[in-house]
């Protein structure tokens, strides 16, 4: 079993930036790819970054890629998920998600694992 925390949405300004974090405990942090997935109201949840097991490949989706920075910490067993020049529509409730020991897949129902979400609201 792998318990996972987001923190770090709030409310911000276009052209913000911001940092999320997901904490997970229980088994080892490093079998996991991680996810992070964002839904905003009345849509899907969407697959926008994510970082292998190993730590040396990444993910990002169209929407996102050069804006947002995936990183995880070994030590702190902990995914990052750097924001920068925040848009409205990047408005969603972010999930972070594990997967045991896998590739980056997009499909959701991959993931083992999911936190419950921390809401990110950009606006003016």
């Known amino acids: 079993q792998v318990h996972l925390e987001e923190s770090g949405g709030k409310l911000v300004h276009p052209g913000d930036s911001l940092r999320l974090s997901c904490v997970t405990s229980?088994?080892?942090?490093?079998?996991?790819?991680m996810g992070w997935f964002r839904q905003p109201h009345g849509k899907e949840r969407e697959l926008i970054g994510a970082i292998a097991w190993s730590g040396d490949s990444t993910y990002y989706s169209d929407s996102v890629k050069g804006r947002f920075t995936i990183s995880r910490d070994y030590a702190r067993n902990t995914v990052y998920l750097q924001m920068s020049s925040l848009k409205p529509e990047d408005t969603a409730v972010y999930y972070c998600?594990?997967?045991?020991?896998?590739?980056?897949?997009?499909?959701?129902?991959?993931?083992?694992?999911w936190g419950q979400g921390t809401q990110v609201t950009v606006s003016s």
């Open positions: 229980g088994r080892t942090f490093s079998y996991y790819t």
């Open positions: 998600a594990a997967e045991y020991a896998g590739s980056i897949v997009a499909n959701a129902d991959e993931y083992d694992y």
